[in-house]
Nanobody, 126 residues
Framework: QVQLVESGGGLVPAGGSLRLSCAASGRTFRDYVMGWFREAPGKEREFVACILWSGRTTYYGDSVKGRFTISRDNAKNTVYLQMSVLKPEDTAVYYC???????????????????WGQGTQVTVSS
């Protein structure tokens, strides 16, 4: 099991940058795939990025490729999302999520993830 707490959200202008953090506690952090999802008002929760156990393999949703970077520090039990060139359409609540290493389904599918944080609001002004 793992508990997740996001931080770092806030208000930023279009074109700006923001770094989100997700602090994890629980059993063997490095055995989990870590993901970021976002949910805008009236829309379904959307895959943003995920990172595998070693930290060397990452995947991104099409809407954020080239702008966002996911990373993890297993020694600190923390996963990060560096967001750059932010757009108003990036406005959403951002959630971190954990997927057990021996999983079924896709790492880009929100239904595959076992644990979720409470979310942090990111608002990008135009």
């Amino acid at each position: 099991q793992v508990q997740l707490v996001e931080s770092g959200g806030g208000l930023v202008p279009a074109g700006g940058s923001l770094r989100l953090s997700c602090a994890a506690s629980g059993r063997t952090f490095r055995d989990y795939v870590m993901g970021w999802f976002r949910e805008a008002p009236g829309k379904e929760r959307e895959f943003v990025a995920c990172i595998l156990w070693s930290g060397r393999t990452t995947y991104y949703g099409d809407s954020v490729k080239g702008r966002f970077t996911i990373s993890r520090d297993n020694a600190k039990n923390t996963v990060y999302l560096q967001m750059s060139v932010l757009k108003p359409e990036d406005t959403a609540v951002y959630y971190c999520a954990a997927l057990e290493r021996f999983y079924s389904g896709s790492t880009s599918d929100k239904n595959s993830y076992h644990y979720w944080g409470q979310g942090t609001q990111v608002t990008v002004s135009s």
